[in-house]
C-alpha cells in the first residue's frame, strides 16, 4: 500500500503548479485526504485536507484562495492546484490518507489525527 506524490518542481514566483498523488494497494475512496509541507529548519505544517466525499476541505490561512484541492476516488487520487506561488511556499509537499479525519476536515484534523498513509514527498521551489 502506497501513496505516490507527483508534480513538483522549480517554478518562479506567482507561477503554478499541480501536485498528484495517487494510491495503491487499496482503496482510499473512504479515508479523509491531505496535503502537508515541511520547509527546511521548519515544523511540518497542515496545508489542505479533504474529505471522503469532497464535501469539506480545509485550507492553511497562507494558501486559501491560491491553492485548490480536490480528489478522483475513481481513480484513487488526490490533487493540489497551486496558483501565484510564493518562495515561501518552497518545501517539500507529502499527501496523506487518513481514516479519522471524519466528514468535517478542520486544522485540528490534521494536527491531532496522525494520518495512517504517507506519500515520499515531492519538492516545490519557488523563486524569486
Known amino acids: 500500500v502506497q501513496l505516490q506524490a507527483s508534480g513538483g518542481g522549480l517554478v518562479q514566483a506567482g507561477g503554478s503548479l499541480r501536485l498528484s498523488c495517487k494510491g495503491s494497494g487499496r482503496s482510499f475512496s473512504s479515508y479523509a485526504m491531505g496535503w502537508f509541507r515541511q520547509a527546511p529548519g521548519k515544523e511540518r505544517e497542515f496545508v489542505s485536507g479533504?474529505?471522503?466525499?469532497?464535501?469539506?476541505?480545509y485550507y492553511e490561512d497562507s494558501v486559501k484562495g491560491r491553492f485548490i484541492i480536490s480528489r478522483d476516488n475513481a481513480q484513487n487520487s488526490v490533487y493540489l492546484q497551486m496558483n501565484n506561488l510564493r518562495p515561501e511556499d518552497t518545501a517539500v509537499y507529502y499527501c496523506?490518507?487518513?481514516?479519522?479525519?471524519?466528514?468535517?476536515?478542520?486544522?485540528?484534523?490534521?494536527?491531532?489525527?496522525?494520518?495512517?498513509?504517507w506519500g515520499q514527498g515531492t519538492q516545490v521551489t519557488v523563486s524569486s
Open positions: 496523506a490518507a487518513a481514516s479519522l479525519w471524519g466528514d468535517e476536515i478542520t486544522s485540528y484534523s490534521g494536527y491531532y489525527y496522525t494520518p495512517d498513509y
Open positions: 479533504i474529505s471522503w466525499s469532497s464535501g469539506s476541505t
